[in-house]
């Protein structure tokens, strides 16, 4: 079975800067997909970013970024120049092979707050 | 983008009473449906795979006759709550294979509390 841990339960970041959430994961797989996504109070769970394990350039989406180290199992995200909008609890998930039946494994999430 | 639609966004039931969530597929076929359920300010536990056509698969410790799920068409798949506890008062959230962007979108979740 995968297991994601997500070490920071809570972190803050004043507005404009970076700042980077760990995630790590355990597996046997070799192929396997990592997400991120956000979750805002809304709840809305909103997906942010996406790494397949097979790809060695870490994924990219604008102000997100990873550093996605797969000897060392390691997912982790960076926000540069965080924006208020950005506050939202963080959660990093794991999907094996791409199928349609295949679920998310979740980790515990890391609440972020932007400060003004 | 894909989008799942997801309803009621809140119920509020007496103990005893029956709930039904809807989750559709707005504009994709969804042969896989997510229901998860999240407790205040925890992450997601995945309670079942909803498989079109078939009988969904739950994870152990889901009460398989107190949560039902059918999942009839390939645009919705529903989960009843019955004979609702106030334990069962949890957020609730289905998710459905998203094609065009290689992940999994949500549905909106339902707030479900259990008076």
């Known amino acids: 079975a995968q297991t994601v841990t997500q070490s920071q339960p809570e972190m803050s970041v004043q507005e404009a800067e970076t700042v980077t959430l760990s995630c790590t994961y355990d597996?046997?797989?070799?192929?396997?997909?990592l997400f991120w996504y956000k979750q805002p109070p809304s709840r809305q769970m909103i997906l942010v970013i996406r790494?397949?394990?097979?790809?060695?350039q870490n994924a990219t989406e604008n102000r997100f970024s990873v550093n996605f180290q797969k000897a060392a199992k390691s997912f982790s995200l960076k926000i540069s120049d965080s924006q208020l909008g950005d506050t939202a609890m963080y959660f990093c998930?794991?999907?094996?092979?791409?199928?349609?039946?295949?679920?998310?494994?979740f980790g515990g999430g890391t609440r972020l707050m932007v400060k003004p | 983008g894909a989008v799942v639609s997801q309803h009621p966004s809140w119920v509020i039931c007496k103990s005893g009473t029956s709930v039904k969530i809807e989750c559709r597929s707005l504009?994709?076929?969804?042969?896989?449906m997510f229901w998860y359920r999240q407790f205040p300010k925890q992450s997601l536990m995945l309670m079942a795979t909803?498989?079109?056509?078939?009988?969904?698969?739950?994870e152990q410790g889901v009460e398989k006759d107190k949560f039902l799920i059918n999942h009839a068409s390939l645009t919705l798949s529903t989960l009843t709550v019955t004979s609702a506890h106030p334990e069962d008062s949890s957020f609730y959230i289905c998710?459905?294979?998203?094609?065009?962007?290689?992940?999994?979108?949500f549905g909106s979740g339902t707030r479900l509390t259990v008076v």
């Open positions: 790494q397949e394990a097979y790809k060695q």
């Open positions: 504009d994709f076929q969804a042969t896989t």
């Open positions: 909803s498989n079109e056509g078939s009988k969904a698969t739950y």
């Open positions: 597996t046997s797989e070799n192929n396997y997909y």
């Open positions: 998930a794991f999907m094996k092979l791409y199928n349609a039946g295949n679920m998310l494994t």
């Open positions: 998710s459905a294979r998203d094609l065009l962007r290689g992940g999994y979108t």
